[in-house]
């Protein structure tokens, strides 16, 4: 999925292009925008669409075995909840966790613990190992990488395929390293690139020895349902096929409903082995009585059942489609056949990845800030912020309006065109 290379401009042409993108950006600057592409939130007429929730729960604070969501208790969240999440997540309910309001606070808790407590499976905690890596595939999440930095753990990049991870690759350092004790993954519409996991390459992560008896994928679902098409992607089941491959405590799943419900006050999910999910629970019960469970009965009322989420979602998809769509029409108007930059065209998820010409994107994104079109910083998409080929830019094209969208892609464009024509007139000479 990606705009083919324009015939190569003589040195003639590729001035005038540099001298037109100049006026352009000219002319970008002056209008003194003020854009705001950064982040995947969804915008407020997305969560405006789950404005019912603030009235419920309509029937009372009794959840369907009697509890009283009000008080105190029930760690692993109310079961009416794990239900209707538990086909969607490809967990069976009694191995689902419905906790607070974010997945990324259960993938920092389990690293956490990870290092404090001993793992399933685990010679030793993970704080007395001499090294801990991560593998990561590329481009990826950037508060994946930020959370692991933060503990000190290693970043090893692995490269993306639009099938997932280069799995031989990831094969090959599993195997040798017994260091390597983790790898973050986002199976569905990724971000930032929209691939989604063959089946293959789910089937290899189950099976593939490791070195670490305590090897852990996590498994960051976080765009399980979130379609742009008819076409409903499905993954393999991972937490199955780990099972089925001898290696059941391997997959963490996570999940949660903050681009379903509400950003802010969602309710979030960590699935994995009886044993694993036992552990889990083990640790968060130290720091607390119980989930709030009323946001929990909300939800279940609310969403009811897993195709009340999916029509739902549908709700999103009306929202998001012209917006995706919008940015696809513009990057293939004004870049498209030119040979400066290629990008994913998403079936699903929160994001698109362009890319510019090698050593382009930090300049690209330098000047978009200059001219008021906030973006991504350019290398968040790797670890440790730094991306080789300095080529990835991620576009969030959840939040602004349709006409400030517009206006902020067609403004990237310009900066891209600047940038990659001044870059290739200098390696000219
Ligand atoms: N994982 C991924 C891949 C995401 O893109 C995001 C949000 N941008 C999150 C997790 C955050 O999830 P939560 O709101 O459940 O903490």
């Known amino acids: 999925s990606a705009s083919s290379p324009s015939p190569a401009l003589n040195a003639a042409e590729l001035t005038a292009e540099r001298d037109r993108a100049r006026r352009d950006y000219e002319e970008l600057v002056r209008r003194g925008l003020s854009l705001d592409l950064t982040r995947g939130k969804p915008s407020p007429r997305q969560l405006d669409l789950a404005e019912a929730l603030l009235t419920l729960p309509s029937g009372g604070h009794r959840a369907a075995d ?40 259960l993938m920092h808790d ?24 991560f593998l990561c595939p590329v481009p990826g999440y950037d508060r994946h990488f930020a959370l692991c930095e933060r503990f000190g753990i290693e970043l090893i990049p692995v490269p993306m395929t639009a099938d997932g ?5 990831v094969e090959r350092l ?25 089946d293959e390459t789910v089937r290899r992560l189950a099976s593939m020895p490791a070195a670490a ?21 499905e993954i393999a089941d991972l937490l199955a096929l780990c099972a089925e491959s001898g290696n059941p405590d391997r997959a963490f799943v996570f999940g949660s409903t903050s681009k379903i419900t509400f950003a802010g006050a ?16 083990g640790n968060l019960g ?6 709030d469970k009323i946001n929990q009965l909300r939800h279940a009322e609310f969403l009811r059942d897993a195709d009340g989420v999916l029509a739902h979602m549908e709700r999103h998809r009306e929202l998001l489609r012209p917006k ?17 930059a290629t990008w994913s065209r998403p079936a699903g998820g929160y994001f698109v990845s362009l890319d510019v010409l090698e050593g382009c994107a930090r300049e690209v994104v330098r000047r978009a800030t200059e001219a008021g079109i906030a973006l991504t910083p350019a290398g968040a998409t790797h670890p440790y912020g730094k991306d080789p080929r300095d080529s990835t830019i991620r576009i969030a094209p959840s939040y602004p309006e349709p006409e400030e969208l517009e206006l902020a892609i067609a403004g990237l464009t310009v900066c891209v065109r600047l940038v990659a024509t001044e870059k290739l007139l200098e390696a000219a000479g």
């Open 165 to 169: 991870p280069d799995m031989d690759v």
């Open 286 to 291: 130290k720091g607390t009585i119980g989930p």
């Open 66 to 105: 009697g509890t009283d969501t009000r008080n105190y208790g029930g760690l692993q969240g109310l079961p009416e909840l794990r239900e209707i999440f538990s086909g969607l997540l490809q967990v069976p309910a009694a191995q689902l966790v419905a906790a607070g309001n974010s997945s990324l606070t």
């Open 110 to 133: 389990s690293v956490v613990h990870a290092l404090l407590s001993r793992l399933p499976g685990a010679e030793r905690r993970w704080a007395d190992e001499p090294r801990i890596a």
């Open 266 to 281: 969602g309710v979030a999910f960590f699935g994995s082995s009886p044993d694993n999910v036992a552990w889990l629970i």
């Open 213 to 233: 008896p305590d090897f852990r994928i996590f498994w960051d679902n976080a765009y399980a349902v979130h379609h742009l098409t008819d076409e409903r992607v």
């Open 174 to 198: 599993v195997r040798e390293d017994a260091q390597i004790k983790g790898i973050w993954c986002v199976p569905k519409y990724s971000n930032p690139d929209g691939a989604c996991y063959s």
């Open 324 to 340: 995706f769509d919008a940015v696809e029409a513009i990057l293939s108007k004004e870049l498209g056949g030119t040979g400066l």
